[in-house]
T-cell receptor
Framework: QQQVKQSPQSLIVQKGGISIINCAYE??????FPWYQQFPGKGPALLIA?????SEKKEGRFTISFNKSAKQFSLHIMDSQPGDSATYFC???????????FGTGTRLQVFP | DTGVSQDPRHKITKRGQNVTFRCDPI?????LYWYRQTLGQGPEFLTY????????KSRLLSDRFSAERPKGSFSTLEIQRTEQGDSAMYLC??????????FGPGTRLTVL
């Protein structure tokens, strides 16, 4: 019940295309859903985050869609660029705790 | 540089040896977290501190692991009697009052 399931494991997209990564959870006590981007040899960096009171959040080319009833959320990267090539992790945490539960990651490759 | 720093970046040790890692958080951050990341997986929570108090420990943190944050600033993570299964990237993060967690570059541990 503490898991966050992420798919796909890897994704290949052409430059300019849309990258979509999906996550699902079971624990309805989760109330914070961030997405992290990680480049090789670096620690994860927060990309965008959402709370369950909204269904969508957009920051530049990055959008989180959140479906509370389905317990799913997804990251959309519009106009994907080669510089977006990285591993993306979804995560979740329970209200009142700082512990982040991470998904298993999606390796995104954007080809020119 | 005002980000989270970790030292060393890489550590190779023989099974049975003790190792210690250091994390220096962002200076004004009162919370500090340790995570472990194995190849192809997302980070797994180990423990976290608010100032010098250790508030939560994961079951992953066996008796061979100990973390300290003696003055509420830097933190150390010690692994005693290392095992091959301890080989992983150890990530440190910090936050201000439970807000966005900023991650360091990690310490990659290889146990031979």
């Amino acid at each position: 019940q503490q898991q966050v399931k992420q798919s796909p494991q890897s994704l290949i997209v052409q430059k300019g295309g849309i990258s979509i990564i999906n996550c699902a959870y079971e624990n309805t006590a989760f109330d914070y859903f961030p997405w992290y981007q990680q480049f090789p040899g670096k620690g994860p960096a927060l990309l965008i985050a959402i709370r369950p009171d909204v269904s969508e959040k957009k920051e530049g080319r990055f959008t989180i869609s959140f479906n509370k009833s389905a317990k799913q959320f997804s990251l959309h990267i519009m106009d994907s660029q080669p510089g977006d090539s990285a591993t993306y992790f979804c995560a979740a945490s329970i209200e009142g705790t700082d512990k982040l539960i991470f998904g298993t990651g999606t390796r995104l490759q954007v080809f020119p | 540089d005002t980000g989270v720093s970790q030292d060393p970046r890489h550590k190779i040790t023989k099974r049975g040896q003790n190792v210690t890692f250091r994390c220096d958080p962002i200076s004004e951050h009162n919370r500090l977290y340790w995570y472990r990341q194995t190849l192809g997986q997302g980070p797994e929570f180990l423990t976290y501190f608010q100032n010098e108090a250790q508030l939560e420990k994961s079951r992953l943190l066996s008796d061979r692991f100990s973390a300290e944050r003696p003055k509420g600033s830097f933190s150390t993570l010690e692994i005693q009697r290392t095992e091959q299964g301890d080989s992983a990237m150890y990530l440190c993060a910090s936050s201000l009052n439970g807000g966005e967690q900023f991650f360091g570059p990690g310490t990659r541990l290889t146990v031979l």
